[in-house]
């Protein structure tokens, strides 16, 4: 059983440019959300996704958009890359609404993108 | 808001010895705690959770109580091994299912042979 897939493991682009970074779920889940951990800091949490809509979103501002396409596999991209965007890009995903486990709020995640900016 | 305060760091400690990894709360209501645990070249996973006051969550050793009165979630463990080293991470959700985590700013643990 696959786990959660992020590609890809690590880019490089300058500031200005955009970046689209892509994450299959585990298998059997259908909600996915991004998080973005900065060097020596815990993940920050940027937005949710559920039934391709954004469901929830952190503090993180419009240049970060994401979608999610009907097989529950999901995007993040970064418009109008920053310097200080630098860092580990975290895909976790989650069991479905009706699953009995739901409420244990275990989030499975990938390994990371991580993307540098110069 | 809500947010999560861990020690600071690193921690070495020797095989064997025991551990405590301090983490503090801000949540309003009752959230759901974890510990999430990063080995070297992995992503992160569950290591344990609690999820109402006096719930002792555990798994591979380690241990940790949801103290309301005084809003914490520490890391115990009596006794690590060298496999324990890892980045460990406390974290909090406010629906407890299925909702964005306030993560600490993690701790690293080494353990020498």
């Known amino acids: 059983d696959a786990g959660v897939t992020q590609s890809p493991t690590h880019l490089i682009k300058t500031r200005g440019q955009q970046v689209t970074l892509r994450c299959s779920p585990k298998s059997g889940h259908d909600t996915v959300s991004w998080y973005q951990q900065a060097l020596g800091q815990g993940p920050q949490f940027i937005f949710q996704?559920?039934?391709?809509?954004?469901?929830q979103r952190g503090n993180f501002p419009d240049r970060f958009s994401g979608h999610q396409f009907p097989n529950y596999s999901s995007e993040l991209n970064v418009n109008a890359l920053l310097l200080g965007d630098s860092a580990l890009y975290l895909c976790a995903s989650s069991l479905p609404a009706w699953a009995p486990q739901k409420n244990t709020g275990e989030l499975f995640f990938g390994e990371g993108s991580r993307l540098t900016v110069l | 808001g809500n947010s999560v305060t861990q020690m600071e760091g690193p921690v070495t400690l020797s095989e064997e010895a025991f551990l405590t990894i301090n983490c503090t709360y801000t949540?309003?209501?009752?959230?759901?705690l974890f510990w999430y645990v990063q080995y070297p070249g992995e992503g992160l996973q569950l290591l344990l959770k609690?999820?109402?006051?006096?719930d002792k969550g555990s798994n591979k050793g380690f241990e940790a109580t949801y103290r309301k009165e005084t809003t914490s979630f520490h890391l115990e463990k009596g006794s690590v091994q060298v496999s324990d080293s890892a980045v460990y991470f406390c974290a909090l959700s406010p629906m407890g299912a299925n909702s964005k985590l306030t993560f600490g700013k993690g701790i690293t643990l080494s353990v020498r042979p």
């Open positions: 609690a999820t109402k006051a006096d």
């Open positions: 996704y559920y039934e391709e809509e954004e469901r």
């Open positions: 949540a309003t209501g009752y959230p759901s």
